[in-house]
Each structure stands twice: as structure tokens, then as C-alpha cells.
């Protein structure tokens, strides 16, 4: 949390200078109700049968921009109350994003991304790659730094800084840090492609947070350091250097843009006894719209960042949406995402260990006067474990819901330029919200 403060204020203080231009304010703020069936989804401990729901979005942000910077904060906080358990479940999430142009040349970009899950009976966690887990609170940063150069008028050279770390309640999850750093090289082909290639190089470092575990009592003096404890079997403190080299090509036009990059991921363990591996990378994302239809796939593949229940995992993910603009005011937006993750570094000769997780998402917008909208969604999650320890829940649960909402402001504000561009050239909105993808 001290880490986010600093970055936020260190970002404040740079944009307070170029704030001539003003700021633009948008934002939103949701309330729905209904039925969810599967209550072990909250609260494995619960009776079967349907319960209450309710549900809180927020959406507030702020964008600053002139012609050689551009800033924005957006914190985001959503919550549910399920009424049969009196179980809460709440995710707070705040973003920035600092651009900097220094010459037509030269640029910087500074993003931090923090999520945090307070403790809970169950909930999914602050990332697709995180599985719903049953009690413990989550908190998760993903900073990066990019600095961008043009050495030439086709091509550009990044190179950027990432640093990432995750931190479980539960006792029995992997703590997580990663940093490291990749650099990219970006040469245009045509009048709307480029090909690209790239390295990068992770350093993580894993650690089970047990309590007893870790040092000892702190001593009566408050000056004197903590007395580390000798490691002891079964108490995970593991290291590891993750590299990927990848190619690609990328496209994009006033219709819609494509993306396939591809590579070999490498993971070393520098300490403990898990064995090394490798596995291919690939990247691949289509993105189109159309009179009153938009859409967008993807796909990636590779082995993760860590943290949770494995020190790295062979990690899949994939998702699609379509928006349908049915009338000038009535708009339907579908949504599926789903990722597995499969247990690396495993020297035995016992079965990996799998996580799968869905979510599937169909949401109904009626766009009234003033900003304000009529809403119904139904949403379906689900997780599958399988020979995972300390071991998951298998859950399903689907709920149906309908209330209002209320935006102001540019919906687009909160969005990279590129991005809003893109936005801008469709006649009319789908509904969905334009600062967080649901």
C-alpha cells in the first residue's frame, strides 16, 4: 500500500505542473439486485438453494491533457451482499497512467495498476489468473515504466521496466514479487502494419507467508532486526528467473485491428528443487466493429508470472465479447473469458496439479435521458481444481440481476488514445462501460 501511496503522490506532483488545460471528470455508479443460485460460491458452509444478491459499481475518474502530456486517475470499487449468508464480496481497484512526450522522438510512460480484495467467505481474486479462494484477502500492484524512442521514421524502440507483486491472507498461497525488465523493437510494414520483436527477463521471488514460519516473535528491543528461523520442510522460499523471446506482427485500421506475437517462455529455479521448463508463448488478440456490431477475440498462452498455489504455471487464457447496438438507446453486450492454469516445476512423477476458471456475462443497457440507464445481466462463474494443494473449491454459481445507473462526464476519458479512437469511430455506443471492460 505504502508502494501505491508514493507512486500516486510522485505522479500528482509530476501532472500538477501541466495542468493548465484542466481537468476532465467522468465516472459512474451502478446498482443492481436479483437472485444467485449456488450459494457454496460465497459460502461453501451455506444451505442450497437461491439467495438475494446486490450489487455496487463505482467508476470514478479524471483526465488531464495537453499537447505533451497526458494523465489520468480511476478508482474503481464493486461490491456484492448475498443476503442467506451475510457474506460481502469487494474488489477496490485504482489505475494511473502518466504520458509524457519530450520530443517527437522521445517518450515516457509510467502506469500502476492496485487491486485489493478484502478478507471474504470466498471470491474470486484481483486477477483472471487468480482462483477463487476461500477466505484471506488479496492485494496485487502491476507498476511499468516504458521508455519509447524513434530512432528512424519506421521504427521504434521500447524498453520497460515491470514490477508485480501479489500478497495472500491465506496462509497456505505462494506470496509473490516479480521484476524485471524487456525491450522491444517495432518496424513498420505497410500503411498499417508492423512487425516487432522482443526479450524480456522476470526474477521471481515466492514465499509462504505460514505464520510461525517465517522469523521470530520481535524481541523486546524495538530496534533490534527480526531473528530469521531456519528453513524447514514444506515452507516454501523459492527464486526463479523466467526469460521470453517472441516475434510478431500487429495491424490496425479505422475498422479494427489484429495482433500475433509468439515465442518461448524459459523458467529457471534458482533455488529449491523444482525443475526448470519451457513451453511456447503466444499472444494473439482480433478486434472489429461495424455499423451497430463490434467484437473482440483473444488468446494467450505461456507460463505466468507465479504466486497463489504454484510458483509458475503453464497459464492459458482466452475471452470474447460482441456488442450489439439494437436501437439508438437499447444495447446488448456479450461476454466469456476463461483461463487454466497447469502446475510447473513438479520433479515427481504425481499429475500437475490444474485450476480452470470461467465467467460468462450477457448485460441488457437502456440508455435514458440525463445519463441515467436501465441495466439487467446475468452472469455465470465457475471453477474447477484438480489435485491442487492446499485444495480449491469446484463451484458454480450464476446470478440474474437488474437495476440503474448513472454516468457523467466523457465515458471515453479513461481510455488510452489509441483506444478511444478506435471507440470514437463507431456510430453509437454498445453499452459497455468505457473505462473498465466488464
Known sequence: MRRVLIILVVTLL???????????RFGE???????????????????????????LDLKFGALMRERKTRFHVLYAPEGEYYAGSQVV?????????????????????????????????????????????????????????????????????D??????????????????????????????AGPRGAALVGYSMMFGRFQDESPGTDILPPPPDPNAPPVPLPDEEGVERLESRLQTAYAGYRYGG??????LVAGVDAVTFTTGDLEDDSALMIRSSVGWNAHRFSGRLGYRQGIDNGGGNFAHSLASSAEAGVGFRISEAASLDLSASQSLREELGNADDEEPGTVE???????????????????MAVTHDAQESVDVAPSLPSVRSTRYEAGFS?????????????????????????????????
Open 357 to 375: 476458471t470461467w465467467r460468462r456475462r450477457g448485460q441488457v443497457r437502456y440508455r435514458l435521458d440525463g445519463g441515467w440507464s436501465l441495466l
Open 89 to 157: 464480496r469487494a474488489l477496490h481497484l485504482l489505475e494511473t497512467v502518466w504520458h509524457q512526450t519530450f520530443t517527437p522522438r522521445n517518450g515516457l510512460r509510467f502506469s500502476d495498476t492496485f487491486a485489493y480484495t478484502p478478507e471474504s467467505a470466498g471470491a474470486f481474486g484481483v486477477s483472471p489468473l487468480t482462483p477463487i479462494v476461500s477466505g484471506g484477502g488479496i492485494a496485487a500492484n502491476d507498476l511499468r515504466a516504458t521508455w519509447a524512442a524513434r530512432p528512424g521514421p519506421l521504427t521504434q524502440l
Open 406 to 438: 448513472y454516468s457523467f462526464g466523457n465515458p471515453l476519458a479513461g481510455q488510452e488514445p489509441a483506444r478511444a479512437a478506435e471507440e470514437e469511430e463507431k456510430e453509437g455506443n454498445s453499452g459497455r462501460s468505457a473505462t473498465r471492460d466488464e
Open 159 to 188: 524498453v520497460s521496466y515491470d514490477d508485480h507483486f501479489a500478497k495472500f491472507d491465506a496462509p497456505d498461497l505462494l506470496d509473490s514479487s516479480v521484476r524485471g525488465g524487456a525491450i522491444d523493437l517495432t518496424r513498420r
Open 29 to 55: 455508479v451502478a446498482l443492481m439486485g436479483g437472485r444467485a443460485t449456488n450459494p457454496e460460491m460465497v459460502d461453501p458452509e451455506s444451505l442450497e438453494g437461491d439467495q438475494t444478491v446486490g450489487s
Open 254 to 259: 479505422p475498422r479494427g485491428h489484429a495482433e
Open 14 to 24: 509530476a501532472a500538477q505542473g501541466q495542468a493548465r488545460a484542466g481537468w476532465e
